[in-house]
């Protein structure tokens, strides 16, 4: 099955693309993972947010410079961490009594990517959706099989 692709919105009027696809991978003992990604589109917000995360990681980084690490307090979240941090997902039931849920948001500081990873062990079939919402939307995918 091709990957599945769709627009999420959230309630900062970000826009994310979400792709859902089936990995196959040797980090899992079961060499097989369900894969959902959601990247910001760029957009006048997003443009807007990495501009104070521009100046706001300079001014961490010149303190880190100055005292040390230990004392420039806590480095700027970036836009992954802040603006699609919101993005709920629920998988099927098996993938959350069986699989294991891996997330993490980053990016590059201009591309935004937050993504959710489930390892596949002990589930011999995989139905359903998976449901994705934010404060503002909501999507269902269905799980890509073999």
């Known amino acids: 099955m091709a990957n ?6 959230t309630s900062a009027g970000v826009e994310a693309l979400l792709t859902l696809f089936r990995s ?6 079961s060499n097989t993972a ?15 947010f990495d501009a104070v995360y521009g ?10 410079a100055r005292t040390g690490i230990r004392y420039a307090g806590a480095p700027p979240l970036s836009g992954a961490q802040v603006m ?6 629920t998988p099927p039931r098996a993938m959350r009594t069986i699989g ?3 997330q993490g948001k980053g990016g590059t500081g201009t591309e935004w990517v937050a993504r959710w990873t489930w390892d596949l062990a002990g589930i011999e079939s995989i139905d359903g959706e998976l449901l994705i919402q934010t404060a503002v939307d909501a999507i269902t995918l ?5």
């Open 4 to 9: 599945d692709k769709t627009i999420l919105k």
């Open 24 to 29: 196959e991978t040797t980090l899992f003992p």
């Open 34 to 48: 369900i894969v959902l990604e959601a990247t910001a589109i760029p957009s006048a917000a997003t443009g807007q």
């Open 55 to 64: 100046r706001a990681l300079k001014r961490y980084l010149d303190a880190a």
């Open 84 to 89: 699609l941090a919101e993005i709920r997902v």
């Open 100 to 102: 294991r849920e891996i």
């Open 142 to 146: 269905p799980v890509p099989r073999r």
